[in-house]
């Protein structure tokens, strides 16, 4: 059950953010994919999950991969809405100063914006992190068919007064999974933020 639930957390976590990095990318170097992407991402965000919930599992089968897209669905947008302000929320200043040396729009994005943006982007992850594992353990309890996850113990064991310890320990379990993932994010961001910023130069 931890497995899966890890599996179904980490997959779709990956692809929120593979997905989320680069539609607020594109949006950000072109205002036309913002006023196009943005008013779905923000639709998306505001349907509860619970509803949701229902509907993909029908249409995926209750599959491994049914729970994977509510997980990308439950983490993608802190993802898409950190990138995008960090990068929007560089300084005229340094902007000119890249202008001055002529540098390309590729260039200034990997020098000076994704560096400048990599707080708000890592803070990003890391909501997202522990968005994941909650979209890992909501879509297993409430699909209660398939595989076993997480979700579907906690299901089971609510029902019934005997397995109530049992119930305890799958709570605690849970709530470690999401506390070391969400931990990982925490010590990835240390690392890599450091390196980011000492990469933002300004091009001689």
Not at 12 to 26: D, R, S
Not at 167 to 174: G, M, N, P, V
Request: hydrophobic share 55%; proline share 4%; with cysteine.
């Amino acid at each position: 059950a931890l497995w899966l639930t890890t599996q179904v957390a980490l997959w779709g976590l990956g692809i929120a953010i593979a997905l989320g990095m680069t539609l607020a990318i594109l949006m950000s170097q072109a205002r036309w994919v913002e006023r196009s992407v943005w008013p779905y991402a923000v639709a998306l965000q505001s349907i509860p999950i619970l509803a949701l919930v229902p509907l993909l599992g029908i249409l995926f089968n209750y599959s491994f991969n049914a729970r994977v897209i509510v997980c990308i669905i439950i983490a993608i947008f802190p993802i898409i809405n950190n990138t995008l302000f960090g990068i929007q929320s560089v300084e005229a200043g340094h902007h000119d100063l890249f202008t001055l040396h002529h540098t390309s729009r590729l260039t200034r994005l990997r020098k000076l914006q994704l560096p400048a943006a990599s707080p708000a982007i890592f803070a990003g992850f890391r909501i997202s992190a522990g968005l994941s594992v909650i979209g890992a353990i909501v879509g297993d309890f409430f699909f209660r068919r398939g595989e076993k996850g997480i979700g579907i113990l906690l299901d089971q064991y609510a029902a019934r007064t005997t397995t109530i310890p049992r119930l305890y320990a799958a709570t605690i379990l849970a709530g470690a999974l999401g506390y070391l993932v969400f931990s990982v994010f925490g010590l990835l961001t240390k690392a890599v933020i450091g390196k980011w910023h000492e990469a933002a130069e300004v091009p001689g």
